[in-house]
Structures are given as C-alpha cells and as structure tokens.
C-alpha cells in the first residue's frame, strides 16, 4: 500500500457503504453522482455488486475475468439490497448473475464470468501502448455544473498535464479511492477496478453531455489480470456516429502496466 500523502479533500463519510444487519447495506452521501446527490455514480454500486459476485461460491484458484453492468435506472442515495446466483455451475467457468435493489425495486443488473486461472507458463502478452507515468499530486478535481461533494471527492483524479474533466478527450487519468467501499473492509483488485471502470467515459468527454443527453447504459469491465494496488490508470475515447449511439472504450492499467479494458455503450439523443 503507498504511504504516499493524499491531498486535502472535502470531510467524506469513512466509506461507501456500510453494512446493516440485515444483509443491505446503507449508501453515504460519498456515493452520489456529478449529476444529483440524490443518485449515485455507477462505480461504487457496480463494485457493491462485484463483491457478492467474488464472495459467491468462491474457489481457490478461481477469479472473475468478466463483469457486465447493466444500469437500470439511476441508483438513488438509499438503502440497497444484493442478491446472487449461479447460472452455470462448472468446473472450469462459472457464469454468475447479481442483482442490486432500492425499496424492492431492480436498479441494476450484472453477469460476471469467474474462471480458473491461467498456469504460470501463459505467455505476458501486451497488446496497449505503455501507460503514462503517475503525476505528483494535484488539487481536487472540478466539473463543470456538477455535484461535487460526492464521489467526485471521494477518488483522488491526477489527470496528464493541463487536462481534467472539462477537457475534450481522448483522455488520461490516474485515480485511486479515498475511502474503502464497505465501511471495515478492505478493498479487493476487482472492487478497485469496478468502482474506478464507470468513470471511463468521463475521462474521455466528446460529446456534448450537457446540451444533448449522453448518459451509458452499461460497463464492461474485462480484467487478463489481478490490478496490483491502489492506483489505476483509465486512457480513454469515445466513438460516435449518425443515426448510431456512442461508444466509449478505454484501457486500464496499474503501475506495473496494462490490465484489461472498460466498454461502455452511450445513449446520444437530446433532452426533452
């Protein structure tokens, strides 16, 4: 774990979510969207449902390669309910699917792939461009009309130089968490990945998101490897095209490189 100082930020809750007693879990206020504090950023409730995805059933030797996100509709600031099972049992794949709910009703939906680690003799393939390197400390990071005492706050953003948020992409951010998911716990690498993959977009702004409505429907995240640590690294860009949709794609890195990859498909249609 880095010892490096993290800069001042806004006072946070010690989490994103805590754990009820009875099997929900409460969300803070550090899991709200730049959009509404009354919804949340997708990151943190996608890695909530990661968590029982690698918890359910899990097998030494095993790990989730695989997880599909499919959003709903907006996660609110509430309490949330997640439940598990196992599509296909197998003894080399399995095929999971989550559900997370607020007040009974689905908001959002995940199948995960968990498979058995590939041998020690598996060549290092890389097929991305190197990542950049980390930079030093920066300020936190602003958006533009956004709500900013939420998950904004709660990553700490070093963006390449001159670059943030309100840059048109492709872009290039190293991010880590300020707070664990799960109040108590520590972070695992898949819940890491899953509470950073949905910023991916973000990074990569080159649609007009605040004259049209531009807003992913979905995350994929697909990890060849464990990440190792605290930070990751998101370079990203969007396509986009007449009578099509958006799509955002982006590489993931840790510090000792590539490893894996963040789609995302974007609604492009103008607000009613």
Known sequence: MSTEPVPAAPSLPDSFYR??????????????????????????????????????GARAGSRIARVTVELLRPVPVADLRVEVRTVRAGGRVELLEGELTADGEPVLLARAWRMVASPAGTPALRHGPAAPPKPGPQVPQTMTGAHLDGYVSAMEWRFEHGRSFDSLGPGTVWARQRIP???????????????LADSSWAV??????????????????????????????????TAASPAGSGLATGLMYDESGDCGRVLQTLLVTERR
Do not use: M, Y
């Open 204 to 237: 990569a702004f080159e649609l007009d998101h605040r004259e049209g409505l531009v807003i992913n429907t979905d995350v994929t995240l697909a990890l060849h490897r464990d990440p190792v640590g605290e930070w990751l690294c998101l370079r990203s860009e």
């Open 181 to 195: 998911l799960v109040a108590g716990e520590q972070d695992t690498p898949l819940r890491r990945a899953l509470t």
């Open 19 to 56: 754990e009820l007693a009875d099997g929900s879990f409460e969300s803070t206020s550090a899991t709200a969207g730049p959009w509404s504090p009354k919804t949340q950023h997708a990151g943190p409730p996608s890695a909530l449902v990661g968590r029982a995805l690698e918890r359910h």
